[in-house]
């Protein structure tokens, strides 16, 4: 990949432990990073410090990185505008700069989730605000922050509405020991980096509860068949879900604790409640809200999802961990394909 189609410039809207990461890896690709605090204060405590002492601390900014909370001077900054906010301030950020953006703005994003209360995929909630015109994307792949800052062997998936822009985003990230694949499937990227995060909920809930590997692997597999049945209903490619974006992120955040959704099941599992268990975490957990979106979207596909239905009723419903895997392990017999 050749640098001269890595963009020279981008903004970073979100300072929390993965945008920052991925601020890092562009910066240390000799792009120009604005990272964006809605927060003053953290902005200009970060912009000081040349660290993310909240979240990624003893972890240096390079001098090409640095911090604003102003939306006009990231709009200024470049025409390549990334997006790493939680799901439920998505279309609220969209609202707040389309009046600035202009016709060589191209927006992608790197976060997780659906829409709360309309089960939208992210790339919908876009084209509501913005119009299908303007160029855009996303990344996703089995990828923890901070090993991303710390520069450790990481792999992700960059997905656009065009070739041309996957792989100018791929370009940007792409350099040193990250590896980044180009597709044109966003709506299985989509899938994939949103269901992943419910099933991890339900791998913690089972760990949490003390029931072992084979468990564990059962909910793994079974949760992969969930996401494949959606996302065949709505015309994803398979190759996209067995790949780093659908089955690696899944393997990822179901078996290592840095997942936040694992830890929020493990918690439940062993008894805490889903408030204090969230405020415990002291970050997004994306999964917690999108168990109810994704309930709407298979509804809307008429597609079953049971392992999503039930992580939903614990978090939602107050059913009891136990008796929700009592209710999945009493269902009807079947054939596995």
Known sequence: MSNAERPEKIAVYGAGSWGTALALQLARNGIEVLLWDFNPEQAASYEKARENTHYLPGIPFPDNLHCTDSLELMLNHADEQLIVIPSHGFRTLLQNIKSKLTSTHAIFWATKGLEVGTGKLLHEVLIDELGDNIPYGLVSGPTFALEVANGLPSAMTAAASTPQFAQKIANAFQGGNY???????????????????????????????????????????????????????????????????????????????????????????????????????????????????????????????????????????????????????????????
Not at 208 to 235: P, Q, V
Not at 277 to 287: D, S, Y
Not at 290 to 309: D, F, K, N, T
């Open 179 to 337: 590896r980044v694949y180009t597709s044109d499937d966003v709506l299985g990227v989509e899938l994939g980096g949103a269901i992943k995060n419910v099933l991890a909920i339900a791998a913690g809930i089972s760990d949490g509860l003390g029931f072992g590997a084979n468990a564990r692997a059962a909910i793994i597999t079974r949760g992969l068949a969930e996401i494949m049945r959606l996302a065949e209903s709505l015309g994803a490619k398979n190759e996209t879900i067995m790949g780093l974006s659908g089955v690696g992120d899944l393997v990822l955040t179901c078996t290592d604790n840095q997942s936040r959704n694992r830890r929020l099941g493990l918690a439940l599992g062993k008894g805490q409640e889903v408030n204090a268990a969230i405020e415990e975490i002291g970050q997004a957990v994306e999964g917690a809200k999108s168990s109810h979106c994704i309930g709407l979207l298979a509804e809307r596909a008429s597609v079953e999802m049971p392992i999503c239905e039930h992580v939903h009723k614990v978090i939602y419903e107050g059913l009891e961990p136990k008796q929700a895997v009592k209710s999945l392990l009493g269902r009807e017999l079947k054939s596995e394909f």
